[in-house]
C-alpha cells in the first residue's frame, strides 16, 4: 500500500505541477530514496551503448535524484532464465529496470515476469511520446498493454565501404552475386542473435515477401514451407562466405572487427546511426556508407521493462521515466554517444528541446530519418522468431 501511495503521488506531481522539478522537468526523488543503487539489465555487446548509459545516464540520474545506476551487462536469455527461476521459487530478485523487446517480451508477459502496467506511472510517457504512434502500443505485434515503456527506435541498416566497393548490393540476390564475385569477404552473425536474427528475416522477406511470413501459422511445419526457399538461398550463399560458412561470428562487435580489420566488405546493425559512430570514434574509415535494401529493411522499437520482483520498483520508474525524458533521447541521438532514434514526438517538443535536437551533428556515413523511415519494414508476430532460428539452424547452420 505504501508503494501505490508513493507512486501515485509522483504522478500526480509530476504530472500536473511539476513542483520541485530539475532542469529536465523530473521530480526530485524522496529522501527515503537517495543513497539507492537502481539496477539496469541488459545486452552490454555495444561500447557505444554502455558508455552512453555509465557516462551519460547514470550521472544526469545521480545528479536529478541522488540515485546511483549500477548497469549490469547480461544476455536477455539469460536474464529470463534468472527471472523464471526467481518466479517458481517465489524470491526476491535483483533486477530493477529490463532492457527486452520482441519474442523476449512476449515471452516474458505470458510467464508473468513483469510488474505493471507502468506506463500511467510515467509522465514523460504521455507528455512527450505520440498515443498514435503503433510501437507505443504493440511490440512485434504483440499488445504492451502499459507493461514496459519505449527505449529507443532501431532499423536494420548495413555498412560498407566505399573505398572497397563501387558500388552496394541493394537485393538479396545482388549480395549473393557480390558474394560470388568476391567469395570469403562476406559473412553474417549467427541466430539467435538478434542483430544476425534479424538479417535472415530480411533475406526471408527478399526472397518470399513479409505477407507470406506474416500470414503463416506460427508453428514450426508451416513456418517451414513457407520460408523454405529463403533457407535454400542461404544455403546456397554459404560456400562464398567467410571461412566457407562453416562458421559465424557470434556477436555484432565481433562483426565489426572483421568489417574494421579488412576481412570482410560489410558489417549490419540494428543502431540507425552505427556508420556514424563508428567513424567519429575512429574505427570505421572516413569512406564507411550506409545503405539498406531497395525493397526495405527491418525497424523496431526497443523498451524497457520492471520485472515482477524488482527491489526498487519506486526508484526503477523514476529511471525509465528519466531515460525518456526529452533532454536523455537527444544525448542517445548523438552518434558520439550512441547512434539510437529517439522515441518522443517531435511536435511535443518545446522550443529549447527542438533546438538541442536540431543541433545534433551526425557527421557522416550515414542516412537520414526520412530516407530510413521510407525504407523501413514491419516484424513479423513474436512467436514465428524463435522457430525461424530453429529452423536456420537446422537447415542452414547444419
Known amino acids: 500500500m505504501k508503494k501505490k ?28 530514496l537517495r543513497g539507492t543503487t537502481v539496477t539496469f539489465y541488459g545486452w552490454g555487446g555495444s561500447h557505444f551503448t554502455n558508455n552512453w548509459l555509465d557516462n551519460v545516464v547514470a550521472p544526469s540520474f545521480y545528479e536529478a535524484y541522488g540515485i546511483i545506476l549500477q548497469r549490469v551487462p547480461m544476455d536477455i536469455g539469460d536474464i529470463l532464465s534468472k527471472l523464471m527461476g526467481e518466479r517458481q521459487a517465489n524470491a526476491s530478485g535483483d533486477i530493477d529496470v529490463v532492457w527486452i523487446n520482441g519474442e523476449n517480451f512476449y515471452t516474458a508477459l505470458n510467464a508473468g515476469l513483469l510488474y505493471g502496467p507502468i506506463t500511467h506511472l510515467v509522465p514523460n510517457f504521455e507528455r512527450y ?11 512485434f505485434g504483440t499488445y504492451i498493454g502499459g507493461m514496459q515503456v519505449p527505449y529507443g527506435r532501431a532499423q536494420l541498416v548495413f555498412i560498407g565501404d566505399t573505398a572497397v566497393l563501387d558500388s552496394f548490393p541493394r537485393s538479396a540476390q545482388e549480395l549473393l552475386e557480390m558474394a560470388r ?19 535472415v528475416r530480411n533475406i526471408i522477406y527478399e526472397i518470399v515477401g513479409f505477407d507470406a511470413l ?27 562466405l567467410w571461412q ?10 565481433m ?64 529511471l525509465i521515466n528519466h531515460i525518456i525524458s526529452p533532454e536523455i533521447q537527444i544525448t542517445k541521438y548523438d552518434a558520439r554517444n550512441w547512434g539510437d532514434f529517439p522515441v518522443f514526438d517531435v511536435s511535443r517538443l518545446n522550443a529549447t528541446q527542438l533546438a538541442q535536437l ?40 547444419r
Open 244 to 253: 566457407q560458412g562453416q562458421s559465424f561470428p557470434t556477436n555484432p562487435a
Open 181 to 199: 564475385q568476391n567469395p570469403g569477404r562476406f559473412t553474417y552473425i549467427a541466430p539467435p542473435d538478434f542483430t544476425g536474427s534479424a538479417f
Open 255 to 318: 562483426l565489426d572487427q572483421m568489417f574494421t580489420d579488412g576481412l570482410i566488405y560489410m558489417t549490419f546493425s540494428y543502431s540507425p546511426l552505427h556508420a556514424a559512430s563508428g567513424i567519429l570514434a575512429g574505427e570505421f574509415p572516413q569512406t564507411a556508407q550506409t545503405f539498406v535494401f531497395a525493397n526495405g529493411n527491418i525497424g523496431n522499437t526497443h523498451y524497457m521493462a520492471v520485472p515482477f520482483n524488482a527491489p526498487n520498483q519506486e526508484a526503477a520508474l523514476l
Open 5 to 32: 501511495i508513493f507512486l501515485t503521488a509522483l504522478v500526480l506531481a509530476v504530472a500536473v505541477i511539476f513542483v520541485g522539478c530539475n532542469r529536465n522537468n523530473e521530480p526530485e526523488a524522496g529522501g527515503d
Open 358 to 397: 536540431e543541433a545534433i551533428d551526425n557527421g557522416i556515413g550515414i542516412l537520414t530519418a526520412a530516407q530510413l523511415q521510407a525504407y523501413r519494414v514491419p516484424e513479423v508476430h513474436a512467436p514465428k522468431i524463435p522457430i525461424i532460428d530453429r529452423l536456420w539452424i537446422e537447415h542452414v547452420l
Open 129 to 139: 511520446l505520440d498515443p498514435n504512434e503503433r510501437d507505443n502500443f504493440y511490440d
Open 214 to 240: 506474416f500470414n503463416a501459422p506460427a508453428t514450426e511445419e508451416a513456418i517451414y514451407e513457407v520460408i523454405r526457399p529463403a533457407l535454400d538461398f542461404l544455403i546456397e550463399l554459404g560456400p562464398y
